[in-house]
């Protein structure tokens, strides 16, 4: 009783806010009506945009409301208003989140009060409950209602202030183009890397390699010994040219991951991280393994991830999970007594990771509060 009685509580809590927000929202409808006038007569275009900004945070405040009853989300898919009063009166009026917006507003016009019809359950439910349930040991009957009008309220507030399918759309080429841009600049910034290792490791010591043999061969009819002793030195050149191609090859793809694995090369990471790391491989060891592309991807998640974790947090010891999920693969990299603080902007890294995650339309997720620990929670979408 005591359980069905509380919740009935939170539903009117929320009626009553719900009841207060469509009070607003019918003050506010005079505020819409002097912006369409102010707009027919032109003087006032100006300040459509102004309202329809305000409509989005009242549409939003009320998506909170409702996510905070149903425990979802629900997405928000707006055309951003800047540029010239032109530009964006021409937004305001052509996005798609205009029109759902205007439409939740006119029927929260109407259901907003549903709270007058919550209200009478009360002193109704309290005798009838009190009695059927308190003396006869029955489920309630009446105060129960009231949280179904909430779940109706939140219902119809879900179904309205959803994005339709038009503007998620419009927002889904929006994302697809930045990521697009974005693994294109990684692209670049990768290409630039390869020369750049190219150019000043193995090419100077191929290049050094060759001087030494030219020079070994000149000198090998008069000067056996110094001939001997260039020799030695192209070979210990020729080593370390192979030494830094393998290293070259290891940033395009690690062929760790060809051989052993995900699970197999976030061993040898951290095996040779200096840390004492934690692995959790969530039973990934056995099983269908993920793409290549994601593979690499969550690979390169935990190698920076450790590396940061053992240059800037203080920390001795990590933590690395790695969990298969119905979508994806998620990858979770906490740096456990680190000292928090991680900033993106500082060339940690991070925005790196999240240019690479993003290009395989993943999410990332940095949680890094001072005094720590850092969190990086990465969720890499692929079919098992």
């Known amino acids: 009783m005591w359980k069905t009685v509380r919740r009935a509580a939170r539903a009117t809590g929320h009626l009553l806010l719900a009841a207060a927000m469509a009070f607003g929202v019918w003050i506010f409808v005079c505020v819409l009506l002097i912006a369409a006038i102010g707009t027919l007569v032109v003087v006032g275009a100006w300040l459509l945009p102004e309202t329809v900004l305000l409509i989005r945070r009242i549409a939003g405040a009320k998506r909170q409301l409702t996510a ?9 898919a707006y055309q ?3 540029g010239t009063v032109r530009e964006r009166f021409r937004t305001a009026v052509r996005d798609p989140g205009t029109l759902t917006d ?53 219902d119809w507030s879900t179904a309205l202030l959803k994005p339709s399918p038009e503007a998620r759309l419009t927002r889904r080429v929006e994302e697809l183009a930045a990521t697009r841009a974005d693994a294109i600049a990684a ?22 390699l060759s001087l030494r043999i030219g020079l070994a061969k000149r000198a090998y009819d008069r000067d056996p010994q110094t001939a001997r002793k260039l020799l030695d030195e192209a070979q210990d050149q020729a080593e370390q040219a192979l030494t830094e191609l393998r290293h070259v090859v290891r940033g395009i793809h690690p062929p760790i991951l060809t051989d052993r694995g995900l699970v197999g ?94 290009a395989l ?21 692929c079919v098992w």
């Open 187 to 208: 692209h670049g910034a990768e290409l630039r890397r390869i020369e750049r290792d190219l150019h000043d490791g193995a090419q100077a010591n191929l290049v050094a």
């Open 102 to 154: 205007f439409r939740w507003m006119v029927a929260y016009y109407l259901y907003g009060a549903l709270l007058f019809v919550a209200l009478p359950l009360w002193p109704v439910g309290l005798v009838v409950d009190g009695v059927w349930s308190g003396l006869l040991r029955r489920e309630p009957v009446v105060l129960p209602l009231i949280a179904k009008v909430a779940d109706l309220e939140a």
């Open 361 to 381: 339309d993943g999410t990332v997720d940095v949680s890094s509060p001072v005094g720590g620990p850092t969190v990086i929670e990465v969720e890499l979408p």
């Open 265 to 358: 090369a976030v061993r040898a990471l951290a095996a040779g991280s200096g840390l004492q790391v934690t692995i959790d491989d969530g039973g990934m060891d056995e099983g269908v393994r993920p793409p290549a592309a994601v593979e690499a991807a969550a690979y390169f998640v935990v190698a920076e991830s450790l590396t940061n974790a053992a240059k800037y947090s203080g920390s001795f010891r990590a933590d690395v999970r790695l969990g298969r999920t119905k979508r994806g693969l998620r990858v979770r990299v906490s740096d456990v007594e680190g000292g928090g603080g991680a900033d993106e902007s500082s060339g940690s890294g991070l925005l790196g990771m999240r240019r690479r995650v993003a």
């Open 68 to 76: 905070s009853w149903t425990g979802v989300r629900i997405p928000e």
């Open 80 to 82: 951003p208003l800047t």
